[in-house]
């Protein structure tokens, strides 16, 4: 146990989200903290759109050290912070408060770093040709971290013209990786150069495990490596239509270990056990435990 903090005053954390009730993260939260010794409490809380600015208010004033935000709240509480992270300002979207020494409170994003660590643990993005499905947060926010790593070519694929397109002009107008829109109409077809494809929609989400993305899976090869971003069920029909052509899979507790990870590691000042992390999803998810 943390010896400097008071023995029943823990630092706070928490998440603020609507719906909040199949959030996992406090389980991983709360058992990285114990495995550390550290008298930290994550707290998952449901906070309505027009609730947020006094959840903040609250959140400040009971001496939190930080919070999370999920849907939908991740733009909204940009307004009540007092700076962004780098990261934060070219997504243009929070997840993650932090609470700097000198009292101002910082916002960062680590959507798209916590996939991009997952990624890197099978291939470098550098130089690569990348597809992402869909142009909502998730996905703007791996589209900027993967730009940011090197990767050469980005093609994002939206059935939201105006979405889609405003996304891949942000993207190519901040960072050196040529992007370029693709309108999701029928089935997609994976170019051959691409060796990422990343479903960064909803799509396959429990209950609707069994739904795949629209895209042509003979498109998919087996040098390929197949992604997608949720974490519930671990292995989506997505995966496992690309795991029977031969390609690599990359499942969404891999971001959301790492993303919670690096969340940790903003509060507490330490390096997280990410076995640990991973395995407690893994029990919640019936996933394996296995982390490279």
């Given amino acids: 146990m943390d010896k400097s903090q008071p023995l029943f005053l823990p630092s706070l954390t928490g998440s603020f989200s609507k719906p909040a009730g199949d959030n996992p993260t406090v389980a991983m ?13 994550y707290i998952n809380m449901e906070v309505d759109a027009d609730g947020l600015a006094d959840a903040v208010r609250g959140a400040k004033a009971q001496g939190y050290v930080g919070f999370n935000c999920s849907l939908p709240h991740k733009a909204e509480v940009i307004r009540l912070l007092d700076g962004l992270g780098e990261s934060a300002r070219l997504i243009g979207a929070v997840n993650c408060a932090v609470k700097q020494g000198d009292g101002r409170w910082v916002g960062e994003n680590t959507d798209g770093v916590g996939f991009l660590e997952s990624l890197k643990e099978l291939i470098d993005p550098a130089g690569l040709e990348i597809v992402i499905l869909g142009a909502g947060g998730a996905a703007r926010a791996i589209a900027v971290e993967l730009a940011l790593a090197g990767a050469s070519k980005l093609y994002v694929v939206n059935r939201s013209v105006s979405r889609g397109q405003e996304l891949a002009a942000h993207v190519a107008a901040n960072t050196c990786a040529e992007t370029v829109f693709f309108p999701w109409a ?24 069994d739904v795949l993305p629209e895209v042509n899976l003979e498109t998919l090869r087996a040098n390929m490596i197949i992604a997608d971003v949720i974490p519930n069920p671990p292995q989506t029909a997505w995966l496992k239509e690309a795991a029977k052509r031969g390609c690599k899979t990359l499942d969404g507790l891999g971001m959301l270990t790492h993303q919670g990870a690096k969340n940790f590691h903003y509060w507490t000042g330490v390096v997280a056990d990410k076995k640990v992390m991973r395995h407690v999803l893994a029990e919640i998810f019936g996933a394996s435990q296995t982390v490279p």
């Fill in 186 to 209: 029928g089935r997609f077809e994976v170019p051959a150069s691409v060796t990422v494809v990343v479903n960064a929609t909803s799509i396959g989400l429990a209950p609707d495990g």
């Fill in 29 to 41: 939260m709360e058992a990285a903290y114990r495995h550390h010794g550290l008298h930290y409490r």
